[in-house]
């Protein structure tokens, strides 16, 4: 979760590293682009969109649909992880449409790192992470669990909305911090189930409202790889588990990146995500894992670069 005071305009285009992407066409980009309508249903709510608003989100929706490959690793891992989130979710009364987020945030890798060190699937930096839940020592890290770092986030939007009681500016909050989205927006929109969506709207809204329109429609149907999350709490080796559930201990470890080592600890009970199927999961560059030249979908033309002594993939514009 990143906490900066930025007002609304451009967002700036980082430069995207991958590292170990897999492609799957088993879930192909639709043949027409999504296209923002003037009103939006999210959360209770309903959002109208502006012209020359819609032209700008447009823009992100295009973006984000431009390449099927990349579009579609997305929407395979959602299929993958969408069913845990959407159920803790439902336990915890946050509307489902904020699971859209997540994609925004990380894109469903769970080693990602942002360039202000936030980490993980909802990308909490380390002090926030601990202040709703995680745990983050020298043993785990468990904002590289889908369960518990679902779960912080799902605590962070509930507090978020106890101030503002409206869904979207708990989104734009995620961003900027509570604190923040008051001093900007004041009280004007706290409680309001209608809003209009312009061009000075908070840029992280109108790219989570990209999100929203590209993925809504083309997820759904089966994963091909599900998981299904265990609660662990007398500890153990990932070897004997893995073991026990007829999967090789690499293909467990790849999914429990959260831990540290290759044994669970004592200390407290921990949501060990157990793997089904043998679809290879994209990793994040970090400085802690062994070098490798990435790969990619066959048929891609790639450059590979070294920064910070990783070896990285250059990637084009819309990929």
Known sequence: MKERGL?????????FLVAGLFFNSSFPLTAQIP???????????????????????????????RSPKYFNIKVERALTYFPIIERIFE???IPQDLKYLVLQESALIADAVSSSNAVGYWQFKEATAVEFGLKVDSRVDERMNIVSATRGAARYFKKSNTFFNNWLMVVQ???MGIGGTQRLMGEEHNGARHMEITPDTYWY???????????????????????EPVMVSTGGSLQE????????????????????????????????VVPKGSVEVASAPSGQRPQRKPSLP??????????NGLVALKSERGE
């Open 7 to 15: 007002r609304s305009g451009k967002s700036l285009m980082l430069p």
């Open 35 to 65: 296209q923002v309508p003037h009103k939006i249903h999210f959360a209770g709510m309903t959002l109208t969109v502006r012209d020359d608003a819609r032209t700008e989100i447009q823009k992100d929706v295009d973006a984000l649909t």
């Open 91 to 93: 336990e915890e009364k």
């Open 173 to 175: 909050s995620y961003q």
């Open 205 to 227: 809204v109108r790219k989570f409202l990209a999100h929203l329109v590209a993925f809504s429609q083309p997820i759904g149907g089966k994963a091909q790889v599900q998981i």
């Open 241 to 272: 588990i893995a073991r026990q559930n007829g999967i090789a201990a690499e293909q467990l470890k790849e999914y429990n990146k959260w831990l540290r080592s290759d044994r669970i600890p004592d200390d407290q009970p921990y949501a060990l």
């Open 298 to 307: 066959s048929g891609l033309v790639t450059e590979t670069v070294r920064l």
